[in-house]
């Protein structure tokens, strides 16, 4: 298994351009999640997915929109990137949202937007 | 959703076991403790969870108070790898969001 894979590694931005964040899982799992990370801070939950063709917003979900038409897929997308979403960018994924769940985390993104 | 309470900052000798407390006074009945840890310039990862009872794994050792409004993480003997942030997390319901905060810096000295 390649557990959870995400693309690019690294992303520049200008403001205003708009790009995809992609997250892969080749582990069945129905939970997905996308967390960003900014310098010095905790993550926070930007969306998650129950399963296929449901999503919810976290806590910051401004600025970003979600889709799951497969159960291996959950790209996030930013629709006019701005400076404060300059950050690292985490997907995740585990079996189920029970939370007796492990959640296993991607090696993220790092997306520069001036 | 609950909140939990840790130290900012926590030092450790190499070899020594290290107790990283972590307080959830909010903690409901459905509410499981999880533990995540992150290591420079990478993601998180799992390393324990439990809902009641004491629980260890090849990582770690987590102990939960009875009245389960506090619990301890346990490194039984620190290495200079197990330097990181470690999350303690409540988890709940069906969505089972994982909300993390600020985390404790744990620093292991040689």
């Known amino acids: 298994n390649a557990g959870v894979t995400q693309t690019p590694k690294f992303q520049v931005l200008k403001t205003g351009q708009s790009m995809t964040l992609q997250c892969a899982q080749d582990?069945?799992?129905?939970?997905m999640s996308w967390y960003r990370q900014d310098p010095g801070m905790g993550l926070r939950l930007i969306h998650y997915?129950?399963?296929?063709?449901?999503?919810d917003q976290g806590e910051v979900p401004n600025g970003y929109n979600v889709s799951r038409s497969t159960t291996e897929d959950f790209p996030l997308r930013l629709l006019s990137a701005a400076p404060s979403q300059t950050s690292v960018y985490f997907c995740?994924?585990?079996?189920?949202?029970?939370?007796?769940?492990?959640?296993?985390f991607g090696p993220g993104t790092r997306l520069t937007v001036l | 959703d609950a909140k939990t309470t840790q130290p900012n900052s926590m030092e450790s000798n190499e070899e020594e076991p290290v107790h990283l407390p972590c307080n959830h006074s909010?903690?409901?009945?459905?509410?499981?403790i999880h533990w995540y840890r992150q290591l420079p310039s990478q993601g998180p990862e799992y390393v324990i969870h439990?809902?009641?009872s004491n629980v260890n794994n090849r990582m770690a050792s987590l102990a939960i108070a009875e009245d389960r409004k506090s619990s301890t993480l346990i490194l039984h003997r620190a290495t200079l790898r197990d330097a990181a942030v470690y999350y303690c997390?409540?988890?709940?319901?069906?969505?089972?969001?994982?909300?993390f905060g600020q985390g404790t810096t744990l620093q292991v000295k040689p």
């Open positions: 995740a994924s585990r079996l189920t949202s029970g939370s007796y769940n492990e959640q296993f």
């Open positions: 582990m069945n799992h129905e939970y």
């Open positions: 997915s129950v399963g296929a063709g449901i999503t």
């Open positions: 909010t903690i409901s009945g459905t509410d499981y």
């Open positions: 439990g809902l009641t």
């Open positions: 997390i409540l988890t709940s319901g069906n969505t089972g969001k994982l909300i």
